[in-house]
């Protein structure tokens, strides 16, 4: 597969090939944010790159298959599985979130929107799902080139997903790999698509306008909890300055007219909720948030650089 995808027949609308799409992660806080995907591929955006990282690879996922419904179906219908997360899967030691369910049993299942595999793939735009080599700390930036399956594909968005302490490690050709959250942006990956060659963004955050990540201070409790794994010990602590960095720069840049950055104005819930009327609450506010601000969104995209 190459890096840019099989152009096939679609109902693009709007060419935005010169954008990059770039997804912020944030666990169950993004179901308020599958509701900008939903939005977008029902108004037919053709991005010309899309990278996610976590559960925001998830989302790129979705924006891929170009079919209304896949966005709200991982987000809502499969969030809502007893089997996606919680005491269950903890108690089965699967981890909080169950990467078992979550990306080899729920994306084949009978929901509204299962995932096709073929479509995905013909996606014309280029596509990186970050994720991080637990043995040496470096990101890993995977892309179609790595991916000639469903298999594959999931295999790497578990990669970019596995949080440390909530989920386990995922294994790729002998390499241990845990949440993109920890590369080298710190979570946001606008560096890959400038090395890309992207120079105007749409960005969909997971915090709302002004958030700055507190430090994570080297607490006695923190070296506890990680005194098997310094190397997520080192990318924790390095996490919030790479993340601040990130955002500064997509904040100059949306000053230059050259992102648009959209943030939640409702209210979100935790990163692990669980709640099924609090997420679908959640989707809600994110559709009433795109119905809102799409003609702002659509003069961005249509706008030549």
Do not use: C
Not at 250 to 269: C, D, F, H, K, N
């Amino acid at each position: 597969m190459n890096d840019t995808g099989r152009d096939v027949e679609r109902n693009f609308r709007i060419d935005a090939s010169d954008t990059a799409l770039i997804i912020e992660g944030g666990g169950m806080r993004l179901s308020y944010l599958a509701a900008v995907v939903e939005k977008l591929v029902t108004k037919g955006v053709r991005f010309g790159w899309v990278g996610g990282v976590s559960a925001g690879a998830s989302l790129a996922v979705a924006y891929l298959t170009s079919q209304p419904g896949n966005a709200y179906t991982q987000f809502v219908e499969v969030a809502a599985d007893k089997n996606f997360a919680g005491l269950v899967p903890l108690v089965q030691r699967k981890g909080y979130f169950n990467a078992d369910f979550m990306y080899s049993e729920a994306p084949l299942a009978a929901y509204d929107a299962p995932l096709d595999f073929s479509r995905i793939a013909s996606h014309p735009a280029a596509l990186r799902i970050p994720s991080v080599r637990l043995d040496t700390g470096e990101t890993v930036n995977f892309g179609w080139r790595d991916i000639d399956s469903l298999s594959d594909l999931l295999d790497r968005v578990r990669a970019s997903s596995s949080l440390p302490l909530l989920m386990h490690p995922t294994v790729i050709d002998g390499v241990r790999y845990i949440d993109g959250a920890l590369s080298a942006s710190g979570g946001v990956p606008l560096d890959i698509a400038q090395r890309d060659g992207f120079e105007k963004f749409f960005v969909i955050a997971s915090h709302r306008r002004g958030f700055v990540r507190p430090e994570q201070k080297p607490t006695r409790a923190l070296r506890t909890v990680l005194r098997n794994e310094p190397m997520i010990y080192d990318l924790t602590l390095k996490r919030p300055p790479r993340y601040n960095e990130t955002m500064r720069e997509i904040q100059a840049l949306e000053e230059a007219g050259a992102a648009y950055v959209v943030q939640p104005t409702g209210r979100l819930v935790s990163s692990t909720e669980r709640n099924p009327q609090r997420i679908r609450q959640s989707y809600r506010d994110g559709e009433e948030q795109a119905t809102r601000e799409w003609p702002l969104w659509r003069e961005f995209l249509t706008r030549p650089r």
